[in-house]
């Protein structure tokens, strides 16, 4: 079992810059696949970085260098930095994990909200 708590949601001006925190426990090792999803109101919920396998590092085009995903194995933790933050990344955010044998069985965690308005 894997548990996936996030933290550090709020409301931010565009602009501006939030960083969220996923601390993991459980069956959490170093290569296991981990990443960050959104769900804009309205919307299906969307990746928004992962890092697979522990070593490789994907974003969706429309980050576009403005979020990084950092990753501490010792503290078991997987943040999301975002920078120059618009509107249209207000919505929920959430950390998901996969298992390293079983690529089917995953867990996420129960979302940080991200509100982005003056």
């Known amino acids: 079992q894997v548990q996936l708590v996030e933290s550090g949601g709020g409301l931010v001006q565009p602009g501006g810059s939030l960083r969220l925190s996923c601390a993991a426990s459980?069956?959490?090792?170093?290569?296991?696949?981990m990443g960050w999803y959104r769900q804009p109101p309205g919307k299906e919920r969307v990746l928004v970085a992962n890092?697979?396998?522990?070593?490789?590092?994907h974003y969706a085009p429309w980050v576009k260098g403005r979020f990084t995903i950092p990753r501490d194995n010792a503290k078991n933790t997987l943040d999301l930095e975002m920078n120059s933050l618009t509107p249209e990344d207000t919505g929920v955010y959430y950390c998901?994990?996969?298992?390293?044998?079983?690529?089917?069985?995953?867990?996420w965690g129960q979302g940080t909200q991200v509100t982005v308005s003056s």
């Open positions: 998901r994990a996969e298992d390293v044998i079983d690529r089917n069985l995953e867990w």
């Open positions: 459980g069956r959490i090792f170093s290569d296991t696949t």
């Open positions: 890092i697979i396998f522990g070593r490789s590092t």
